[in-house]
Antibody, heavy 119, light 107 residues
Framework: QLQLQESGPGLVKPSETLSLTCTVS??????????WGWIRQPPGKGLEWIGS???????YFNSSLKSRVTISLDTSKNQFSLKMSSMTAEDTAVYYC???????????WGQGTLVTVSS | EVVLTQSPGTLSLSPGERATLSCRAS???????LAWYQQKPGQAPRLLIF???SRAAGIPDRFRGSGSGTDFTLTITSLEPEDFAVYYC????????FGQGTRVEVK
């Protein structure tokens, strides 16, 4: 069974770039079965899809965040990563990495990591 | 962007009662491309229903999805103690967006 674990800083300063990594175990990130995605959830609020990547390297983004987001794969480490630039307080959220079936359904989730944007 | 509006915001019910959650879309999207997720405090969401009516693996049959067009419903036929949680709908027919959630709480 696939397991995902997010890692990265819990605190980011305004205007800086957030970098998060998701380590995948129990399966290969090179698999064609899944897309690998990121979702965030501000405290007490709903879910927002950030973007996803396929093992071909094709990426797909929420249009409202596309200009600030990069998602990449590291097959040698079985990891995928999120970079989000120009962070503001509105980006404070729990960030989840996920597996996504058919670029549609979010099937497996990491436990989430809280990122706070503050000086 | 397809905006999903869930109602009510909070549903206060007792164990054994029937829960009916609504999800309305601002516009039509690819047929049947609607899912439901359950989220408990401090946990990641869990996929319950996909393609409007299909239950994900291991989901009990008291969870039932229905709807078409722009109106969708999640019904929990008889609430168990573990069902009190927040429920989100998601459309994946036109990119992907989530509703704002409905909290099902103990009355």
């Amino acid at each position: 069974q696939l397991q995902l674990q997010e890692s990265g800083p819990g605190l980011v300063k305004p205007s800086e770039t957030l970098s998060l990594t998701c380590t995948v175990s129990g399966g290969s990130i090179s698999s064609n079965i899944f897309f690998w995605g990121w979702i965030r959830q501000p405290p007490g609020k709903g879910l927002e899809w950030i973007g996803s990547i396929h093992n071909t390297g094709n990426t797909y983004f929420n249009s409202s965040l596309k200009s600030r987001v990069t998602i990449s794969l590291d097959t040698s480490k079985n990891q995928f990563s999120l970079k989000m630039s120009s962070m503001t307080a509105e980006d404070t959220a729990v960030y989840y990495c996920t597996t996504q079936q058919w670029l549609a359904l979010f099937v497996s989730w990491g436990q989430g990591t809280l990122v706070t944007v503050s000086s | 962007e397809v905006v999903l509006t869930q109602s009510p915001g909070t549903l206060s019910l007792s164990p054994g009662e029937r829960a009916t959650l609504s999800c309305r879309a601002s516009q039509s999207f690819t047929r049947s491309s609607l899912a439901w997720y359950q989220q408990k405090p401090g946990q990641a969401p869990r996929l319950l229903i996909f393609a409007t009516t299909s239950r994900a693996a291991g989901i009990p049959d008291r969870f039932r999805g229905s709807g078409s067009g722009t109106d969708f419903t999640l019904t929990i036929t008889s609430l168990e103690p573990e069902d009190f949680a927040v429920y989100y709908c998601q459309q994946y027919g036109d990119s992907q967006t989530f509703g704002q959630g409905t909290r099902v709480e103990v009355k």
